[in-house]
């Protein structure tokens, strides 16, 4: 007992000094009294020293696989657990921007408003010289007056010529009674030839005249509109002139540009008083006229990936800054998904029959409706926004077996 103790407590230096001798004089080593050498102490001195290492090494990889598996494991459930916001950076504000015009051609006389200038509907922006436009006015409105006389005078002429109607029926009627008299005196030999002859004459004169009244009479009448009932404006050559009055009072009128409605003003340092503004002359171009920018009619136009807009839909809840004021946040909803992605509506769209197409997701703007209150700050047009979609959309185990290619398709409506 005491020498396997011994053996135990030998320094393994001493053990490999042995050995080495043994070595040289070829002799086996000494075994001590359990009959272990030293070959034998240094084999278990290696057994036992490898032993711990080999345990590290299992354990190693029992946590690696482990830690693999939770990563697995968490990633999971946070994918199950996300999907519900849509989230881009590829958003701007816009508001309704007009381009003012006019539709009449005149010099500018006098310019009401300056650059960055809120006005309200109604306010004059710029007026043109309306010297001509009056002119033209007075001209319409006189050549209305002189219409309506000549429609009056008709309707006496008229009068006058059913009262001259009147009489040459009663001639007539006088010169049938004489014609009829002259012929029975004929028939009788107490007249003669020559006044039965006279008084045919006269007879066919008279009935002419009345014919002929007759027919100035329906001239007239056509001329007033086939009655004499109806009033003077419903006449089609009082109509006619009225028509060319409102056409000169609309030019003048027009001659005063007023702003369609509340916003600030902008560009008008393209108009100078003297301009000679062409008619349907637009604004925010170099010919003049000013601009005018709404602070009312303002709006997030989004432009979301396909691939994000499975769940997104109309009156869903949107959150969003703007990077001019990063802590203050807007709400919304979705107010109109584009029925077509850009690139639908550039000039030169996109040819994909060719042999080197790669494929490129597309965006699709969305129109975002802002809840706008008294106390946020302004939003200009052009500004850049990320906005939140809050989807209301939970992923379920079957999204993410789909994900992994090992869920059956569904359409993606039957889903929602």
């Known amino acids: 007992m005491s020498s396997t103790r011994e ?7 001493a053990v490999v000094v042995e050995l080495r001798e043994a070595r040289e004089t070829n002799e086996p080593p000494r075994a001590d009294a359990s009959g272990r050498n030293a070959a034998d102490e240094l084999a278990g001195e290696k057994i036992d020293a490898s032993t711990p290492a080999s345990k590290r090494k299992r354990l190693r990889g029992i946590l690696m696989l482990g830690g693999i598996a939770a990563v697995v494991v968490v990633s999971g459930i946070m994918w199950l657990r996300g999907g519900r916001y849509v989230s881009t950076d590829d958003a701007y504000v816009r508001s309704a921007k007009l381009m003012v015009s006019t539709d009449v051609s005149g010099i500018v006389s006098s310019i009401d408003v300056k650059q960055g200038q809120r006005v309200k509907a109604g306010d004059v922006l ?7 436009f009056r002119n033209t006015l007075e001209q319409a409105r006189a050549q209305l007056a002189q219409t309506k006389l000549n429609i009056e005078a008709l309707r006496q002429d008229y009068q006058r010529i059913q009262e001259d109607i009147t009489t040459e029926a009663a001639l007539v009627d006088l010169a049938r009674t004489a014609f009829d008299r002259a012929q029975a005196l004929a028939r009788s030999n107490f007249g003669t030839r020559a006044q039965l002859d ?11 005249k009345l014919a002929s009244l007759k027919q100035q009479a329906a001239v007239a009448l056509v001329r007033l509109g086939g009655t004499l009932d109806a009033p003077i404006e419903s006449n089609p050559q009082v109509m006619q002139a009225q028509s060319q009055a409102d056409e000169a009072q609309r030019v003048l009128d027009r001659s005063v540009v007023r702003a369609p409605f509340n916003g600030i003003v902008t560009a008008v340092e393209q108009l100078q008083v003297g301009t000679y503004l062409v008619s349907q002359t637009a604004a925010l171009t170099n010919t003049g006229a000013v601009g005018l920018v709404s602070e009312e009619r303002v709006w997030i136009d989004a432009n979301i990936k396909e691939t994000d807009l499975t769940y997104v839909k109309t009156g869903d809840h949107v959150s969003f800054t703007v990077d001019a004021y990063p802590r203050h946040e807007w709400s919304g909803k979705v107010d109109t998904i584009y029925p077509a992605t850009g690139a639908e509506f550039s000039i030169l769209p996109a040819q994909n029959a060719g042999g080197n197409w790669v494929k490129i997701v597309q965006r699709l703007p969305v129109r975002i409706a802002i809840d706008r209150t008294a106390n946020d700050p302004p939003l ?23 994900l992994i290619g090992l869920g059956s398709r569904k359409a993606d409506t039957e889903n929602r």
């Open 7 to 13: 053996n135990a407590n030998r320094d393994p230096a």
């Open 126 to 132: 710029f007026r043109l010289d309306d010297r001509q």
């Open 198 to 208: 006279q008084t045919r004459y006269s007879l066919a004169a008279e009935e002419s």
């Open 380 to 402: 200009r047009s052009g500004m850049s926004a990320v906005v939140d979609i809050d989807t209301q959309h939970t992923r379920s185990v079957d999204d993410l077996w789909h």
